[in-house]
């Protein structure tokens, strides 16, 4: 096989598709596809979380370019029962089921979306656990710090700022960092300001930065609401795509934000291929 590197968009769609597998690689010249499991040897199932360890990230277990994925169901498919984030290494072997390199093992269930890394050394993951894997048993879950060698450092629990964290993003700023996470279950978009050392990470101020999107249970979901998350640090423009709404809103000034806005008033539209604010124009842009 020629020489491969990993292609991050491809992958993420086939993962929100397929569920069980990551299709992670692809050869740079030739184009073939390699599939590897996120099955590790405890039989988590259902990858959620996707993100590359950044460069500058220090050495260790981990080594910039590589995959981690989190796993949101156990080895009987229950949701909200996962523990594992596994690992996928950009010059390592196709993973088999049940196989994958595991490189944190939580003790809180639930791994959802909400992985992200930090390059001065540390990963994030949020957790939205169930008792059974039923809608009616989904519960608040929290924020965890990981250092690069897999052990918890820090875990951040509130009910207003992290109600349920389904989705991040990150602004890295080295030293420092704002780290936004959707709630899943209050229908809310907090921002945690944080500075970062060696030894890990100290909340600075926690603020919610946008709210009002619906939110609700679902016996097949399991639980809908605001999703996913992308920061423009440019414009200072949050963007958040809510599933219960069907749509994408854009929060202006996120990074700054010390009250929150409403989802109506940063609600997006279209005109002509542009997307705009809803103070501009009028109709909806449906997702």
Do not use: H
């Not at 965890?144 to 629990?157: A, F, P």
């Amino acid at each position: 096989m020629q020489q491969a590197r990993y292609c991050a968009p491809f992958a993420g769609r086939m993962l929100a598709a397929v569920g069980v597998v990551l299709v992670s690689i692809v050869a740079a010249q030739a184009g073939d596809i390699v599939v590897s499991s996120t099955i590790p040897s405890n039989g988590d199932l259902n990858p959620y979380g996707i993100v590359f360890v950044p460069e500058g990230f220090p050495a260790g277990t981990l080594t910039p370019g590589d995959v981690l994925v989190s796993n949101f169901n156990n080895n009987k498919n229950l949701q909200g029962l996962g523990t594992t984030i596994i690992k996928l290494t950009p010059n390592g072997a196709v993973a088999q089921p049940g196989k994958a390199a595991t490189f944190f093992t939580s003790k809180l269930p639930g791994l959802s979306t909400a992985l992200g890394v930090l390059r001065a050394g540390f990963v994030v993951v949020g957790n939205v656990p169930t008792k059974n894997g039923k809608s009616n048993t989904v519960q608040q879950g929290a924020l965890q710090i990981v250092d690069g060698s897999g052990n918890v450092v820090t875990t951040l629990t509130d009910r207003t700022f992290l109600d349920g964290p389904w989705d991040l993003t990150i602004n890295d700023q080295g030293s420092r960092a704002q780290i936004f996470v959707s709630n899943v279950l209050n229908g809310t978009v907090s921002r945690l300001d944080v500075m970062i050392d060696a030894s890990g990470i100290m909340i600075v101020q926690m603020v919610t930065v946008a709210k009002g999107y619906l939110t609700r249970t679902d016996p097949s979901a399991l639980v809908v609401g605001p999703t996913g998350l992308a920061y423009d640090p440019e414009t200072d423009v949050l963007y958040v795509a809510s599933t219960g709404d069907n749509a994408i809103f854009a929060v202006a000034g996120a990074g700054n934000a010390m009250t929150p806005v409403d989802k109506e008033r940063s609600r997006l539209t279209t005109r002509g291929t542009c997307a705009v604010r809803l103070d501009w124009c009028s109709r909806p842009m449906e997702t």
